[in-house]
């Protein structure tokens, strides 16, 4: 039997590749927000980040840094008259990956945007070379204000990637524009930054995943067990490596990458139109999702009663769903789009053969097989074991992997696929 324990260990100990031995100093001003940016630091930091904190004296009112440095095990800088190192803000924004100031006050903003350097942060902002991103927290009345909003085309014109704020309540107990994105945002805004230049940097990317529904009545349906993990990390792994990304996903996918353009379906036949309409133009089409290949004849515009039926029996006559797949490769032969198509086969037994020939009869340039029945491969676990075939025969047989890293070596062999095109 699977120890999901065990694969779950795995899961949180592995490092986010994009993320990891990447300098990240985070900026922190002062904003009651400032309690979420100890959780950006933590994610951070178990994403393999070696992430530098620096405090502004306002910051320090709300949170302390000890919460920091308990979180990233690094030095926490507050003072830009510490003079232990003469020169730590060169020093800082120079070995830099990424700045990113969340939260940033609009006190800070407007001292960014004029130049000021009177703090360790607006010193070390200055003196960086790398990419800056904000992440503005403040009152809705102060972020529509038209001094902050000139100071935000200031720094963006400057080439500061902005992230948020966001709609909701906030600390006045007001609602409107001005809550800080949440951390888990911020990372995925972090990726992104970080995944620029990357092998599918400029790369038009499609990702299928999750089940499809099928309607029987209005309120049952014929479904799988699939949960959409293995594609999720394929969306995750193709914006990792620059790509951008259109996810059409089906239910039951939760968590979708931050980044990726969500396109939401229920049905075979909804997700087939959407394939083909996103196949238009693309370079690549992961087709991962686990799609029903028999539907209802018909559906019941109204809930099946049982005492609609004499007989112990209720019968629904199937019928065979939209081969997505075998469209998309009549719709290539027509177009030459997607450039590269990969799909998934989920098999119980004789899993290399059944893959093979799905290779040949649905057009595909790779397939990944995983057998379902082994143990911490398949539906709704965080690990896979894959086989993947190209034309030519094997191109690798994986090991236990999780599905993120699953997830990466496929996109890394499509890319190159792309590449010798
Ligand atoms: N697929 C598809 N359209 C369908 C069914 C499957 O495009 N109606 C895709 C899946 O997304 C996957 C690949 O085809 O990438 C193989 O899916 P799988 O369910 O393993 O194969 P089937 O074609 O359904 O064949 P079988 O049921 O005989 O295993």
Redesign the pocket.
Known sequence: MTTTSAFATLLSMEPITVLQGKQIVLGVTGSIACYKSIDLASKLTQAGAHVDVILTESACRFVTPLSFRSVTGRPVYTDMWDLDDHVRHVGLGESADALIIAPATANTLAKMATGFADNLLLLTTLAARCPVIIAPAMDGGMWEHAATQANITTLRKRGVIQAGPAAGRMASGLSGLGRMLEPAELLGELRLLLARGGKLTGRRVVV?AGPTREPIDPVRFITNRSTGKQGLAVAQAALDAGAEVTLIAGPACEQVPYGAKLIRVQT?QEMGEAVLAQAEGADALF?????A?FKPRTTAERKIKKSDNADEYLRIELEK?????VAVKDKRKATGFPKVVL?????THDAAN?GNE?LQR?GLDFIAINDVTAEGAGFAVDTNRILLLGTDGVVEEMPLLSKAEVAERIVQHVARALDEL
Not at 287 to 291: I, L, R, Y
Not at 321 to 325: G, K, P, V
Not at 343 to 347: N, R, S
């Open positions: 299928s075979t087709m991962v999702a686990a799609v290949d769903t939209l081969d997505i797949l799909g998934f086969a989920a098999e059944y799905k649905k």
